[in-house]
């Protein structure tokens, strides 16, 4: 695409700004992630019983802080993590795409996460779960600023290779479970097999609590990022969990979640840190949608990998008492690319400013002060194509793709819908006036790049920028 | 349909026994519905801001009493009121489908109402709104038990039949609003044209909320019908809510609704009557179909006249201080037939012995003394056709119909699919063990009918019953 390439200064104006001096007292962050998790799914946005299970602890976290409707995420989980983790659209990181097939993947190491913006600003930084962002030894979270990690550095579906008629593991290996300390190599801790996968996210969750018990003791600030890996295809409930609720895997494992969020938030109330923890709970993006996988996206059409509302619209959960309002429900336009500065700011951590810088910090919105976001639009990219834009209640198609598998097909002209009265994006509107501040959205990007080249996908380290 | 006629007792076994000594108070019940409000609109069923509009004053309801997630209607205006209010299925009455184009159409005066059997139980009893059970007089409301009554016969989209292209009164003339006492002929008070439509929902509210202060003072318990006329076609705002959210149309209509509700609710309370009432909010069926004017069915697929959930399932809240449990959320299945056993079990009135009654008294279930409701399972009509028929977390289509416009096709064997799983219902499950437990309902539906054959649509007064 070529006009995705130039130069400006605009997008480095709020990257350049120190940060302000923190009005709160620097908390601890703990911040859950689901794979895959649709926006349906959850009692608190019309999912639960209707999905055969009850998800009772974390709409009881939904009522005791913020709840959104119009949270957003890069559609798949390669991207979806690197915009959450570095502020940065993923299409600028080498990362806009999920890496198959093997060869050099994920963040270079010239990339800030928010691992290290908290570890230099004196958190204790660790991560459990599914990572995504790199496969090799080098590209690990201990090798982006996290103190300490456990997990899978690919994603859930090779735990299915080696029982694919045909498979050897001579043509790609299946991944292992690996934990790591700190710039070290990680170590193997064997193969993420089909057993294994129906058990890691009790090992998350027992990791991650250990993790926040110990820190809290320390009485040092700490960043917890909590990686879950379902419900992500193969969707099988832990073997405690398996029949539990008589409606099925999927209903079973919508019940582990839940329980597994719930020992997370006990692991924080027992180690005395609720007053002082930011707790959010997330997906990295929508709907799973390999059947007979298949999950719910609510009123909106589409899963994960398509620019439909289905693909980016996630749960989203905000809960730090006294501080961010509770019962509050905000259908104002967020990206999970704006964590990264919400975080930085929570913990008065710097923001590198010799790169462009995607993420809004949030605080004033999520802790009440504004009934805004500082965001009301974004750009959608699927992979490396500029897919979709929102912008303010409009979403502008330039390609129509309903699956992931289906091919996409450029629109002739943008294809522009109100998403308060369609929901399901099917009705396109004579409402060519919001192709004007999309395409500056655009613009502003492309110019971006001209200045600051986006990094190919596949880049080796160490990275150099062009400059 | 041949299959659809002979003689069984079992339905009648539940019809013959006298009720159950009150165990409550008789409370009084205010039974508030929508025209055409879609599973998907309020913001306790994850709509409100994501269609433009907070439903505070709803959601408020809903939290303080109990919110079905698996509350069902028949899928049509007229069929879905008669169920309700007669407690037998539609089709039994005459009352299958919507009547199009004149001619007798409604309830017999054979049929009891609820207004009949808690009128005869000592309630004050009012209807305030759409009625579309009967347009001529000595069909209307104060014919079938009610003491006053205010609204219009029909429907609303006759509102729009001045301003079509080509329509003449001669041709059929607009339905008119009219008001009366019982027993006696309905007053004109004058043509229900596009700018009454606007209005009339806040005349409901006021009457009614007028009825509630006078039937309080006077110490009588009370049933008040609320039949709120919105959102049905056209859908549009009262004058003093056009433009009030920014977000067009639909969603000024929802947050007028809102208010309504919220002025019925502080109507009670003014009157002091909180404690001693059960309030009930619901909606005759699924979303509105007609564009630009469609409605949110949620999660679900289909809308009104399909026997899609999107047509079925709505919204259904009810709260009655100390006796339903607060912020309970069952996915247990419960149908609006069942609401005439309920409010007559709640009235300690008296239900007729002389015919097939299909309602089950839900008491148990909605004020907390079983988790389970009194039924799992009902049968589908959309008109005169046998189109599918629910079964627990199952349904079962004879028929493919996707919209109100679609032909009708018999599937060459009942299409089977699990609603927890797929709640879209497009994905046809290898199930055929559900059919049995159906034909089971089918064969116990068919004998009644037999015994009791259904009244054919259109039947004048008097009907005296074949036997």
Request: hydrophobic share 35%.
């Amino acid at each position: 695409m070529p006009f995705l390439r130039t130069a400006s200064a605009l997008l480095l104006a709020a990257a350049a700004v120190a940060p302000a001096p923190a009005a709160e007292s620097r908390p601890n962050i703990v911040f859950i992630f689901a794979d895959n998790l649709g926006y349906g799914e959850l009692g608190c946005y019309g999912g639960g019983v209707m999905r055969g299970a009850p998800t009772p602890r974390i709409d009881a976290l939904a009522a005791q802080g913020t709840r959104l409707t119009n949270m957003n995420m890069e559609p798949q989980c390669t991207p979806s993590r690197a915009s959450m983790l570095t502020g940065r659209w993923a299409i600028r990181s080498g990362c806009h795409s999920v890496p198959f097939g093997g060869g050099a993947d994920g963040l270079t190491r010239w990339e800030v996460t928010i691992g290290e913006v908290l570890s230099e600003a004196g958190y204790a930084t660790g991560y459990f779960g599914k990572w995504h962002l790199g496969s090799d030894q080098g590209r690990h979270p201990t090798d982006q600023g996290f103190d300490q990690w456990f997990g899978i550095p690919r994603t859930s579906d090779e735990s299915l290779w080696p029982v694919t008629p045909g498979y050897s593991p001579d043509i790609l290996p299946v991944e292992h479970v690996l934990e790591g300390e700190r710039d070290q190599p990680s170590r193997d801790l064997g193969i993420y097999d089909l057993e294994r996968r129906r058990q890691i996210d009790g090992e998350i969750t027992r990791r991650s609590a250990d993790f926040i018990a110990r820190q809290a003791k320390a009485g040092r600030p700490f960043l917890a990022c909590i990686s879950l890996t379902q419900p992500h295809l193969p969707t099988e409930p832990g073997p405690a969990w398996k029949g539990r609720t008589g409606h099925g895997n999927w209903a079973d494992m919508l019940a582990e979640m839940d329980h597994h969020v719930g020992e997370l938030l006990d692991a924080i109330d027992q180690a005395g840190a609720g007053d002082n923890t930011v707790v959010v709970f997330t997906s990295d993006n929508g709907a799973e949608f390999t059947r007979p996988w298949d999950g719910c996206s609510g009123p909106w059409r589409g899963q994960y990998f398509t620019a439909l509302e289905g693909g980016l619209r996630v749960p989203f959960l905000v809960r730090w008492p006294g501080k961010v309002p509770a019962g509050r429900v905000s259908n104002e336009v967020m990206h999970g690319v704006d964590l990264f500065a919400t975080f930085a700011g929570l913990g008065a951590g710097r923001i590198p400013a010799d790169r462009p810088i995607d993420s809004r910090d949030q605080r004033d919105f999520l802790l009440g002060r504004s009934q805004k976001s500082a965001r009301d639009s974004f750009l959608v990219f699927v992979g490396d194509r500029l897919q979709a834009a929102k912008w303010r209640n409009y979403k502008l198609h330039f390609y129509r793709q309903d699956t992931m598998v289906d091919p996409p097909v450029r629109y002739p002209v943008p294809m522009v819908c109100n998403l308060f009265t369609d929901p399901r994006e099917e009705k396109p509107g004579l409402t060519a006036w919001v192709v004007a501040p999309v395409m500056k959205m655009v613009e502003e990007y492309e110019a971006s790049v001209r200045r600051f080249p986006n990094i190919p996908m596949g880049t080796p380290d160490p990275y150099i920028p062009p400059r």
